[in-house]
C-alpha cells in the first residue's frame, strides 16, 4: 500500500513541475479520493453544496413555499415532513420578481423567520453606481459577501432563468451560465434552490419534462422538485421528480394561509399537512384532473377499493398491482382512496418498514 502511495505521489510530482505553458490532462487517481457522504439541510430534500430546481404551474405558492423553507432553516423549525432541522443557518435570496420589502419580508416573517440570518443581493457597487447582479461576472464578490455575513446554507434564486446569459432553450447556455451556481453550492457547502415555472400543455407528461427552458436546468441539478394545485381547491402537493442522491419518489401535501403580521399586514405562509407516499407523476395527477371527466371511473374505484380492503389492511404496494390488474390508474385509486376516507399508515417490522392501506 505504500507502494501505492508513493507512486502516487509522485505522479502529482511531475505534474507541478511541468512548465505552466503546456497543456496536459489532469488525472485524479481514485486510490487519493477519500469518500464523502452527502450532506442534507433537509433529509433526502434539500441536498447541501448541489443545485435543487422547485417547478410547478402558476399559483402553487413556489415561492412561498421556498421562503417556509428558508424559515425553518433559519429558525431551526421541523422540516414539512416533520423532522427537525439539524443546525441553524444563512439564507442567501436573489429575485428579480418579488420585493422584499412588501412582499419576500413580510412571507419570511409570517413563516417565523430569523430575520437576521436572511440576507437579499440587490446587486453591485461599481464605482458609486448599483448596477445588475450578474452570477457569470460577480460570483467573486458574492463569495466575499458570504464570507463577511458568516457562510450561507441556503441560496435562492427566483427565478433561476435569472442566472441564464443566453436562450434559456439552449443547453449550452444553460449549463454555462449555471455552472458559476453549481461551483458556488460547492465551494460554501451551500444547497441552492433555483425556482422554475412548467411549460404549458404539460399534464399527464412526466413532470422533470415539463420543467420550462432546456433539459439542461433538470440535468445539472441533482434533485427536482415539482409543485401542484388541486383543481377547484386549495390543497397543494410537493413532489421529488429526479434525485440522483435520495429515492426520487414521496411527496407532502400543503396549503398556503393568509395570517396577520402585525402593524395592519397580513402575508401568506404555508401551512404542511403531511407525507404523501407515490411517484411525482401520481401525486400530480392525483390533483390535475377533471372530476366531471372521471366521476363515474372514481365512482368505481370506490367500489372497488373498499371490497379490496374488506378483509383487513393491504400493503400499498400489493393495492397498487391490484389496481393496475383491474385496469384503474393510480390517480384515480388515490382520488377514490381520500374520497373514502382509506388510511394510509407506516407499519414497522422486525427489520424494515412498509405503507399499509386500511379502512378507517
Known sequence: MRDDWDSIERGAAALDAMPNYERVVKLRCGAAIKPQPITWLWDGWLPAGKLTILAGAAGTGKTTLTLSLAATLTAGGRWPDGKPAKAKGNVLIWSSEDNPDDTLVPRLIAAGADMSRCHFIEGIAENGQSVPFDPSQDIGELHKAVERIGGVSLLIIDPIVSAVAGDMHRANDVRRSL?????????????????????????????????IGSQAFGALARMVLVAAKEEDGDRRVLARAKSNIAPDDGGVSYCLDLVNIGGGMEATRTRWEGVIEGTAREILGDVEYNEDNEAEERADAEQFLRGLLADGPMPSKAVKADADGAGYSWATIRRAQRVIGVECVKEKGSKTSHWVWRLP
Request: with cysteine; aromatic share 6%; charged share 20%.
Open 179 to 211: 455552472q458559476a451556481v453549481v461551483d458556488f453550492a460547492e465551494v460554501h457547502k451551500c444547497a441552492v434552490v433555483g425556482i422554475t415555472h412548467f411549460a404549458k400543455g404539460g399534464a399527464g407528461k412526466s413532470p422533470q419534462e415539463r420543467v
